[in-house]
């Protein structure tokens, strides 16, 4: 049974469990575009093959069906922007709709009236992208994260 | 982690997983390791179990590793400074310190035995309710052991008084030079993936990648200058921590908040606080995977890569830096957070070119010494590597502060306790204390969109002692309102000697539930953690379902 499901996988990929501080090394099987199990790795010094019932089974999230595909906007009306609907937009819509206002902020009420959050989710790289933009280009020491919560 | 900066010198776990067996006593507090780094737990069990060590574990909940304990102290919330000025007070006492190590490698040991004298464990005994003897045995134990090493969590650290309770385990280890060989050490435990990276990167509102503090002119003019970005840019003045950048918000001083993979209307304490914040502050953009309770608030969305579809590192709680690598397509138009950032520099005046996560790797490690020797080629060829990690050639770090400091001598620090700032009354007479279960994680934004996980653990729930329960009139799975002075939520009652007499447990996976409507804002002075572990709450039985 194992073996006829290893057949299968068109790729095998190995990576880093996006779940807790420990970091196990995976491998993601992957066939018809989708995870469809998760071995744990064993030439590491961390997990030397075992996973916890998250890292080998949690990935559905992956593939939800409520992912998002498209930048999303607010509709402009008068309610709370909480109430308003989102209508999808495109990437230059989005992206110059929050470049306007971040610039019309920080020119009328100084850098550092924008803050940022950042993710000890993302990666070391879009970290490192996230603080560089705040401190580099907005101008403000307002970047932080949950690790303290 | 400003505990362990302040006596260290690294807010960082100094040993690694591979030498926990090496331990031959392990003292675990805060840290329900089993359900929150299950993989790591393995070889804490490998060590009792194949090696004899001797497992303390001072928490007030029966977790499963009290099976593995040879004493277990189960000290009442938020006490956890007395219990360890106790363990040192007897340490002193009983001549069991390492006194060529204080002399050699600490300073400041008068001021601290000083401020310990008090500390009896009668009194500290009486204030935590556990038993004298149980404080005099855990410190001969971890006094004597060989090789001891100090493991913590969230436990510890989200308390009004968490920097206290790190200092107070950071002088255990100074007292009894329980630090800088194999199977010892000060270990902290990160809860999420990338949690070290991120404040390895500055993703912090006082210092740039790698520590380097943002009011020190000379690492202005670096970062100045490897970002060839003005030097007058570069601010001086530290930034606004998460709590207080929710607090601007709600006074109008901040007008516009980016947030990048995060849910803070889920992970915040004070969550209704949080919406009016989030709801109020003129301009809010989000880059998720998925539309969370914070995106739905948001002016702008923003349609991110997860793990599965995108290149980068993470660094994990042993400061081991990882490559993750893209295993899928893209779905829809979504692109990778880093992608999106560059597009958004490049839109405020910047120009960035990077053609991929090892070009912005290679930027970051010019600009960080810890960093330096690490890249994404090494790491392919080399697999995962340590911090720090200065050139090229160097191994990487497996323990850290083997014959100095990061600052020099260890630092003890005198801390006195202080009581959590909510303490039990007649109208809320229980502790709240939250935390995490193995089948679900964090929000729930990831794990509770697997059907077998769901299937496990599908609903919130709230541990209660049975004479709790008794007293309450409250039946197992019954749904109970659970109220403080900020909230209530609804959740199945689970009557189990787990939960300590007079202590509630929720977690925080579940929005329909959210127990951080209950938690309070009050935050740590110094680290700003807010205190998730201990609130006071009154249980009320429902007839209604859960």
Known sequence: MTTSLLRQSERIVHTTCPYCGVGCQIDLHIANGIIYRVDGRFDNDVNHGNLCVKGRFGYDFVHAPDRLRTPLLKEKGDGARAERAFQPASWDEALNSVADQLRHLRDHYGPDSIAFLTSAKCTNEENYLMQKLARGVVGTNNVDHCARL | ?546
Request: aromatic share 6%; net charge negative.
């Open chain 2, 1 to 546: 982690m400003a505990g362990l900066a302040t006596t260290v010198g690294s807010g960082a776990m100094t040993n690694s997983i591979l030498d926990i067996p090496q331990a031959d006593v392990l003292l675990v507090t805060g840290s329900n390791t089993t359900e929150a780094h299950p993989v790591l737990s393995l070889q804490m069990k490998r060590a009792v179990r194949q090696h004899g060590a001797k497992l303390i574990l001072i928490d007030p909940r029966r977790i499963e590793l009290a099976d593995f304990a040879a004493l277990h102290l189960r000290h009442k919330p938020g006490t956890d400074v007395a219990v360890f000025n106790a363990m040192a007070h007897v340490i002193i006492q009983e001549g069991l310190v390492n006194v060529p190590f204080v002399q050699a490698r600490t300073e400041g040991y008068a001021a601290f035995a000083a401020a310990v004298a008090e500390w009896t464990p009668e009194r500290a005994a009486a204030i935590a309710e556990v038993s004298a003897a149980d404080i005099v045995q855990a410190a001969r134990l971890y006094a004597q052991a060989q090789n001891a090493a100090i493991f913590w969590a969230m436990g510890i650290t989200q308390h009004t008084t968490g920097t206290d309770n790190v200092k107070a385990l950071s002088n255990l280890a100074l007292l009894t030079g329980q630090i800088g060989r194999p199977g010892t050490g000060l270990n902290p435990l990160r809860g999420q993936n990338n949690v070290q990276g991120a404040c390895d990167m500055g993703g912090l509102p006082n210092v740039f990648p790698g520590y380097q503090p943002v009011s020190s002119a000379e690492a202005r003019q670096k970062f100045a200058a490897g970002w060839q970005t003005p030097l007058e840019r570069l601010s001086p003045t530290p930034g606004l921590t998460v709590t207080e950048i929710m607090d601007g918000a709600l006074s109008g001083r901040i007008k516009g908040i980016v947030i990048m993979g995060e849910n803070p209307m889920l992970s915040d304490p004070n969550l209704h606080h949080v919406r009016q914040a989030l709801e109020k502050v003129p301009f809010l953009a989000v880059i998720d995977i998925f539309l969370n309770e914070t995106g739905q608030l948001a002016d702008v969305v923003l349609p991110a890569a997860s793990f599965a579809e995108k290149e980068g590192t993470f660094t994990s709680t042993e400061r081991r830096v990882q490559l993750i690598r893209a295993a899928l397509p893209l779905p829809g138009e979504a692109q990778p957070d880093w992608q999106i950032l560059t597009s958004l520099a490049n839109r405020l005046g910047a120009e960035w070119e990077y053609e991929n996560p090892g070009e912005i790797f290679a930027e970051m490690a010019g600009l960080t010494g810890s960093y330096a020797g690490i890249s994404h080629a090494r790491l392919e060829r080399e697999g995962g590597l340590q911090w720090p990690c200065p050139t090229l050639d160097h191994p990487g770090t497996p323990i850290l502060h083997t014959e100095k400091f990061s600052r020099g001598l260890g630092l003890f620090c005198p801390v006195d306790y202080i009581p959590p700032v909510e303490e039990t009354d007649d109208d809320y007479p229980f502790i709240l204390s939250t935390g995490r279960i193995l089948f679900h994680w964090h929000g729930g934004t990831m794990s509770r969109r697997s059907p077998g996980l769901e299937a496990i653990a599908p609903q919130a729930e709230v541990e209660i002692n049975p004479a709790d329960a008794a007293r309450s009139g409250i039946a197992d799975g019954q749904a109970v309102r659970v109220s403080s002075r900020r909230g209530e939520v609804i959740a199945a009652a689970r009557i189990t000697s787990r939960s300590p007499q007079g202590t509630i447990f929720m977690t925080f996976h579940f929005a329909e539930a959210a127990a951080n409507l209950l938690t309070i804002g009050a935050v740590d002075p110094i680290a700003k953690i807010p205190e998730y572990k201990v609130c006071a709450v009154r249980l009320t039985p429902c007839q209604e379902s859960v």
